[in-house]
């Protein structure tokens, strides 16, 4: 279909929505992102039984360990969508992408930038 | 084991925001198991003490290292010649493993990373119960095997209470009544007349009652 | 059955009458007079009066100063002592201190759970248990000894009762634990309030099958649903109570004016319905915040005028 979204997203490709660790999420947030989401498969619809479950569950662990440290809940969440759905995952990819403009960068960046400079 | 549960970050945070090198120190035995204080939960909470202190415009060095155990002297000591280089240890192991550390490192401030709990198991992931309050006496043998000083809320040694009702505690219907678990369980060890043995006041003297305690075993000491 | 205390309960107990206790709670505060008011209304319809220790929890004045109170009056209490607040000295100590009153009852409970109250954060410290406490109060009395193998100077004289839930879960232990309570040296049962009478007559039958209505005073526990509200509470949210479904109806069918003056009359056609019971020597009306009641209650059920010992 060859939909169109914005390149400001970078794809980290894994097998199944189960590999996605919090530490993964967080680690993500340290090096500079300013939003992460996960697009699972359709809840039920998993292959491997549970992994878009369990990938909610740690989305959920890093949005609580996010808030508590200031950065933010909001810049994480998850998402599920079937694998022939490309205009839903555009769509999602745009509202994740709105969510993050509104919300500003990362904090983190701008402390991280002045110690380098 | 020894079951722990997670500290709030916030809290976490309180204890050490003053410092600018901290070290993590996880365990790799029960707080592993329980998913509270092992190489996992040391790296998820570096990374988040990390941001925190990058978000207050801190530079602040937080290393990660987790030990086969807290408890033992040998363990511990794999940091001796690092241990300098913090201004404080935050121990993810259990309080045995928190205080080992402190006596240990006398001039190192050792903060608790989790609040420890219980001696339980593992029911299911994510579910850990109480199962040995450590008495020190062991009265299992005439309990059937089901503990009433660790899974009755009064650790009543000859129960139930008027308050079992339907095989929960009265304290609450998500908990079972540890007599009632007696009780079934003698039924099918065909049991049920030791029931009626009346189970005598019990000698505390083994149990927190009296003192801190110590097993000394000089069959096995050098 | 031989009397061994100076007790007023148990010399009424073994004469063969029909014994009426009932019970007080103490106020949640210093003032005396509450205690004394609500014993003055009951006082001449009942021959022992318990008083709570800290109830439900909750923090309450002291069992033994109100007991103290009633002794004062020239009443008899029992002296109501749970094993959740105190560890063997202080159990031991209070009971002295009580017999040094000449309070000449006790009634052995391990109480609720402090959750329940006022103090959820507490420790409890249940060193002993209900069933220790009573061979505690017995062997103190009987063999004048301390728990730690001392003479007593002075035993305490108590006739020593104990609780039982005929209704609390699994009923199946519910008689044997009666035994193993009596095995223990209870000398006198208040039960747990009866509604559902079909399941206390069971009760009381297999107990009498073993003869455990012979080693034991039973004293059958009522108390009058004050209102529909009060019978679905006890129903669905106290602990161990029983009660069915037929009461609950009977309450609710009746119009709200009415129901307090139902809820008395269940009260005392139970009494009736258990005094055909064998076994059953006494009763222990708790008209719960309604000690009012109480002599309305005895009198209609024919339990007045009270013997004289």
Redesign the interface.
Known sequence: MRIQYTTDIKIVRVPCTGKVDVLHILRAFEKGADGVYVVGCMEGDCHFNKGNFRARKRVEQARGILEAIGIGGDRVRMYNLSSSEAPRFVEYAKEMDQRIRELGPNPIKLPKANKAA | MIVADKKPIEEIIAEVKNFTKILLLGCNECVTVCEAGGKKEVGVLASALRMYFLNQGKTVTIDEVTLERQCDHEYLEEIRDRIDMYEAVVSLACGVGVQFMAEKYQATPVLPGVNTCFLGATEKRGLWTERCQACGQCILASTGGICPISRCAKRIMNGPCGGSTKGKCEISKDLDCAWQLIIDRLKALGRLEDYEKIYSIKDWSTDRAGGPRKVEREDVQE | MNVKTPSKLEKILAAGHFAVTSECGPPRGSDPEVIVEKANLIKNHVDAINITDNQTSVTRMCSLAACIRLKLLGLEPILQMV??DRN?IAIQSDILGAASFDIHNILCL????Q??GDCAKGQ?V???????LI??VRQMRDEGKF?GGDDIKRPPQMFVGA???PF???F??RV??L??KV??GVEFIQT?CIYNLDKFETWMKIAGDRGLHEKVYILAGVTPLKSAGMAKYMKNRV??MDVPDEIVQRMSGTPKDKQAEEGIKICIESIQRLKEIKGIRGFHVMAIEWEEKVSEIVEQAGLFPRPLV
Do not use: V
């Not at chain 3, 391990?110 to 759970?113: R, V």
């Not at chain 3, 249940?126 to 220790?132: A, T, V």
């Open positions: 094993t959740r063997r391990s109480g609720d759970h959750s329940f409890n249940h060193d002993l248990d209900s069933m220790q061979q505690t728990l609780a039982a839930n609390a879960d699994p199946e232990i044997p634990r035994a193993k095995a223990a747990q602990p161990g």
